[in-house]
C-alpha cells in the first residue's frame, strides 16, 4: 500500500521565512518544536511516501525518514570552514542515495525548499576523480545512448539540460574534439527543476516530484551503471 501524502503544512513556509530574519540559536531553540511539528516531522512522512514510489522504477535508492542519518538533510550548517557563521540552514532539503552510497556524492534523487521556490533533481554532485572518469568513458562509449537520453522529449519537458560546473579544458585522456566534450567537461551530472513553493503544501507535489523522478530516471540508469552499480535491485 502506498503511504499517502497531503502536503507539507503551511507553517513550513513561514518557519523558513522567520528562520531567514533570526538565524541564531536562541531563537531555533525557543521555536524547534515548531521546527519538528512543521519540518522535521511532515519531510519524514513525505520520505516515506516516496520511497513507496520508487521502489516502483527505483528500487536501488534508499528512502530513509530517520530525522537524523537517514534521507534527510540536517538543518545545522558546518561553519567551520566558512566565514558565513549562521548556524542553520536557510532551506530544508532530503536526498534518495543509491544502497551503495554513503554520502551526498552518491548517484540520488534531490529534492529542497525554500520559501521562494522547491528544487526537484537528480544526478551525481562533485564525485571524486574516479567516479567521474567512468562517467566520462561511459558517455565516450555509449555516445548514442548518452545522446539519446539527453535530447528526449520526456527530459526537454521537465529540464532544461543536463547541467554541472565544467572544467575550462578538456579532461586528460579525452578527445578535446569529441562531439560531448562540453558534458565531458562537467565536475557534477545533475537534471533540476523548480516549482512554486504554494505546491508543496498541496498532496498534488509528491506526485509531481514522482513524475519528475521518473523523467530523470533514464539519465539515473545511465549514470547508474556506469559506475557499475545496479539501477535496479534483483528481487
Excluded at 99 to 110: I, T
Excluded at 133 to 159: G, H, M, P
Aim: aromatic content about 12%; proline content about 7%; overall charge positive.
Amino acid at each position: 500500500m502506498t503511504n499517502k501524502f497531503n502536503g507539507f503544512p503551511p507553517d513550513l513556509i513561514k518557519f523558513l521565512k522567520e528562520l531567514a530574519k533570526n538565524n541564531n540559536r536562541e531563537w531555533f531553540h525557543e521555536n524547534k518544536p515548531r521546527y519538528i511539528s512543521s519540518v522535521a516531522d511532515p519531510m519524514s512522512d513525505f520520505i516515506m511516501a516516496m520511497g513507496d514510489r520508487l521502489d516502483k522504477y527505483a528500487d536501488c535508492f534508499v528512502a530513509d525518514p530517520r530525522r537524523h542519518g537517514g534521507s534527510m538533510f540536517r538543518i545545522y550548517r558546518d561553519t567551520r570552514f566558512s566565514k558565513d557563521k549562521r548556524p542553520y540552514k536557510e532551506h530544508i532539503a532530503c536526498h534518495f542515495r543509491h544502497s551503495a552510497g554513503k554520502d551526498a556524492h552518491a548517484p540520488g534523487f534531490y529534492m529542497h525548499i525554500e520559501p521562494t521556490e522547491a528544487l526537484i533533481g537528480a544526478g551525481v554532485w562533485m564525485p571524486p576523480n574516479d567516479v567521474l572518469f567512468k562517467i566520462r568513458t561511459a558517455i565516450v562509449e555509449k555516445d548514442k545512448q548518452w545522446e539519446k537520453i539527453t535530447k528526449s522529449k520526456t527530459l526537454k519537458k521537465y529540464f532544461s539540460g543536463v547541467e554541472g560546473d565544467g572544467l575550462k579544458r578538456p579532461p586528460r585522456s579525452f578527445d578535446p574534439e569529441h562531439r560531448f566534450i562540453e558534458d565531458l567537461k562537467r565536475k557534477s551530472f545533475f537534471i533540476s527543476r523548480t516549482v512554486d513553493p504554494d505546491m508543496v503544501l498541496t498532496s498534488e507535489f509528491v506526485t509531481e516530484v514522482n513524475k519528475t523522478y521518473k523523467a530523470a530516471a533514464p539519465l539515473m540508469e545511465f549514470l547508474t551503471k556506469s559506475l557499475d552499480l545496479p539501477f535496479h535491485s534483483q528481487k
